[in-house]
């Protein structure tokens, strides 16, 4: 399972998530952290075990509570004398920074608008056009097959959470308004409302043998093949646009070009990322996450790789080819050809 914010989660979360989903005691479990890619690259390393013949299925995906995320501070050896005690933000320091330039992953997004020439006014459309796919999606209940309602428990009785939160609590018509959020000398083009939010959120896949799909997919709603992935890095301030590095090796991979993929899912850290990335692959945009995406559906930063899948794989039909692609702090990439099937 992907992890990024792992601050106070306790020991091994991956294992914290398969004894309390119920597995049994001796299903080992491994937590990844790829940063955003985690969730993805969790289903890699899943298939990649089930092709060595060390397992026959696995479980995989990711999670992430942003929303508890500690501050940090000095341990009491590194405090300084006299007071003065700096506390530093988990969820900024080890989720949203870049480490080597020391800024902010926004300040990389603005960068790649700059190059790719990305206008504010681009970024914003696309802002808007994600929440309103989204909320065009969760209208037509496009996503009533792949939501676990999770029941939270609470003094005034369960609550059960069967809906994302971020996609109503937009005003559409203020996004064109919103000052810049990481760059103010008047040229900055990323805010809030172009950017992914923060959330906390999970998401999983069962993956087996081609023995285990003839055994037990005959019954499972979304029945797919992975056809290939593939990584690809780039200079850590460019990480928006990985994905174009890594969708064409995932492509030639799969043996199929770009023609052949009926929806692309990239995750919308920020508008600028899918931008700058279907304008350097030439992509139809209406392929391009047809139900929203982060912007709108949320960013839980270890989960949202394999959200993409998830949601890819339900939009497919049999036959289909399906493409989903995140960047990753630190610039990076992991990408992912699937095809929909009817069986084994």
């Known amino acids: 399972m992907g992890n990024v914010l792992q601050g106070s989660v306790g020991q091994a979360p991956a ?10 005691t ?21 298939a990649q075990n089930i092709q060595l013949g060390l397992s026959e299925a696995q479980v995989a995906g990711g999670m992430e509570n942003m929303s508890q995320v500690p501050y940090y501070v000095p341990r009491a050896s590194n405090l300084p004398p006299f007071g003065h005690v700096q506390m530093e933000d988990g969820l900024i320091k080890d989720g949203l920074t870049d480490v080597y330039d020391q800024f902010h992953m926004g300040i990389c997004a603005e960068t790649t608008a700059k190059k790719h020439e990305i206008s504010r006014e681009a970024q914003d459309q696309y802002a808007i056009q994600s929440y309103e796919r989204a909320q065009a999606a969760w209208k037509a209940k496009a996503f009533a097959d792949e939501i676990a309602p999770v029941t939270v428990k609470g003094r005034k009785g369960d609550t059960v959470i069967d809906t994302d939160e971020g996609y109503l609590d937009v005003k559409l018509e203020k996004v064109p308004t919103l000052k810049p959020a990481f760059i103010r000398d008047g040229t900055g083009t990323v805010t809030a409302a172009n950017s992914s939010t923060l959330n906390d959120g999970a998401s999983a896949l069962v993956l087996g043998s081609k ?10 709603r979304v029945l797919a093949r992975i056809c290939s992935s593939a990584d690809a890095a780039v200079d850590p301030v460019d990480f928006p646009v990985a994905p174009a590095k890594a969708v064409p090796i ?11 993929v009926a929806v692309w899912e990239f995750n919308e850290a920020f508008a600028a990322v899918v931008k700058a990335n279907g304008k350097i692959l030439g992509l139809d945009d209406a392929k391009v996450n047809p139900l929203g995406g982060a912007i709108s559906l949320g960013h839980a930063l270890g989960s949202s790789g394999s959200r993409i899948l998830t949601t890819l794989l339900h ?10 692609a995140i960047c990753n702090g630190g610039g990076a990439a992991t990408a992912m050809v699937v095809q929909r099937i009817e069986h084994v």
């Open 250 to 260: 995932a492509l030639e991979r799969a043996g199929i070009t770009k023609d052949q």
């Open 26 to 46: 001796t299903v080992e479990a491994v937590t990844i952290n790829k940063v955003c890619a985690s969730g993805l690259k969790a289903v890699v390393f899943a």
């Open 211 to 220: 023995a285990i799909a003839q055994e037990f997919g005959a019954g499972s």
């Open 315 to 324: 939009q497919l039909k049999p036959g289909e080819y399906g493409v989903a």
């Open 15 to 24: 294992r914290q998530a398969t004894i309390f989903a119920g597995l049994p």
